[in-house]
């Protein structure tokens, strides 16, 4: 089992930033993909951005050029800088966490999510 740990929302007015972070614990093995996912209210969540086990990135058309997601392997954590807010951010944040385990194969796991909200 892997435990997620996020932290860093709240209230923030447009045009500030926040940084969440994501603490993974627990049986990590071999990790394939690892990042935030958002969900505001009434609709789909959506991925925001994320690591591949490539190393590459991925980030919603909707947040390139004012988010950034970074990592430090040796803490299993990632995090989410989050520049020139906007009140569309304004959702809950998920960390979720994809690897491949002997045994059993693929599984993915989600944190509890953190409340992210913009607005003046």
């Known amino acids: 089992q892997v435990q997620l740990v996020e932290s860093g929302g709240g209230l923030v007015q447009p045009g500030r930033s926040l940084r969440l972070s994501c603490a993974a614990s627990?049986?990590?093995?071999?990790?394939?993909?690892m990042g935030w996912y958002r969900q505001a209210p009434g609709k789909q969540r959506e991925l925001v951005a994320a690591?591949?086990?490539?190393?590459?990135?991925n980030y919603a058309d909707s947040v390139k050029g004012r988010f950034a997601i970074s990592r430090d392997n040796t803490k299993n954590t990632v995090y989410l800088q989050m520049d020139s807010l906007k009140p569309e951010d304004t959702a809950v944040y998920y960390c979720?966490?994809?690897?491949?385990?002997?045994?059993?194969?693929?599984?993915?796991?989600w944190g509890q999510g953190t409340q992210v909200t913009v607005s003046s």
């Open positions: 979720n966490l994809n690897q491949f385990e002997p045994g059993w194969g693929s599984r993915s796991y």
């Open positions: 627990g049986k990590i093995f071999s990790i394939t993909k």
């Open positions: 690591f591949t086990s490539g190393g590459s990135t």
